[in-house]
């Protein structure tokens, strides 16, 4: 069991150190839309400490896209505001245990997620 966990723990590194900047925005994507995901399905059980713990970690991350987005491009504040009412919401969504603003986000996030990886797409392309 420790060496399966082990060889998956480098393989993710491995991932992490060899992903364009492109990749690694898609892997943040996929990591804030699994932690919303898995904070929905403990509100629904009531495990109130578990939402909180995914509910920070997708924030993190959201903090994360706000704190290395490169504020020289055209569209970087309307980024940045759409990080901060993410962010907004992800935190009401944290103090109220509701499933609502999770929904929303997650659903942001999913969009953002494609268009990420259409970007990365046109990128190599070109």
Request: hydrophobic residues 40%; proline residues 2%.
């Amino acid at each position: 069991m420790y060496q399966a966990q082990a060889n998956r723990n480098k393989y993710l590194e491995t991932s992490i150190q060899t992903a364009t900047p492109a990749q690694l925005l898609i892997m943040l994507c996929d990591g804030a839309i699994r932690f919303c995901r898995a904070a929905i399905e403990a509100i629904k059980v009531n495990d109130m400490s578990n939402a909180h713990q995914n509910l920070r970690k997708a924030q993190d991350i959201i903090s994360e896209f706000a704190a290395t987005l490169d504020k020289n491009t055209s569209f970087s504040e309307d980024l940045l505001r759409l990080y901060d009412y993410f962010l907004h919401r992800l935190v009401e969504a944290n103090m109220k245990k509701e499933i609502e603003p999770i929904e929303e986000v997650m659903g942001y996030l999913i969009e953002l997620r494609e268009t990420w990886v259409q970007a990365s797409k046109l990128s190599t392309v070109s």
